[in-house]
């Protein structure tokens, strides 16, 4: 199961970490992503991790602004977020998968997730 926390209201420009951890253990064998959904919108690929950690991935959208990283020894992978603008106001879900590949699209395990909104 995964479950994403740390969401809130933020005013731009401002700064929020989520997390999202990981229950069982073999949360340092899967490749981790993070996706947002705005109201209206479809769902959008945000950043991914590698299972080690050293590989990383973003969307041009947030690159340069939000950097995600995990804690294999606590279960859990982090995104944060800096100089957020009101477009990033999203659901964001975090979600898991074995497969090797940073760019893949598809993830076969999903999390509940958490309400970012940024005012201007």
């Known amino acids: 199961q995964l479950q994403a926390s740390g969401g809130g209201l933020v005013q731009a420009g401002g700064s929020l970490r989520l997390s999202c951890a990981a229950s069982?253990?073999?949360?340092?064998?899967?490749?981790m992503g993070w996706f947002r959904q705005a109201p209206g919108k479809e769902r959008e690929f945000v950043a991914a991790i590698t299972s080690s950690g050293v590989g990383t991935y973003y969307a041009d959208s947030v690159k340069g602004r939000f950097t995600i990283s995990r804690d294999n020894t606590k279960n859990t992978v982090y995104l944060t977020m800096k100089s957020l603008k009101p477009e990033d106001t999203a659901v964001y879900s975090c979600?898991?998968?074995?497969?090797?590949?940073?760019?893949?699209?598809?993830?076969?395990?999903w999390g509940q997730g958490t309400q970012v909104t940024v005012s201007s």
């Open positions: 069982g253990r073999t949360f340092s064998r899967y490749r």
């Open positions: 979600a898991a998968d074995l497969g090797l590949v940073i760019t893949a699209p598809f993830y076969d395990y």
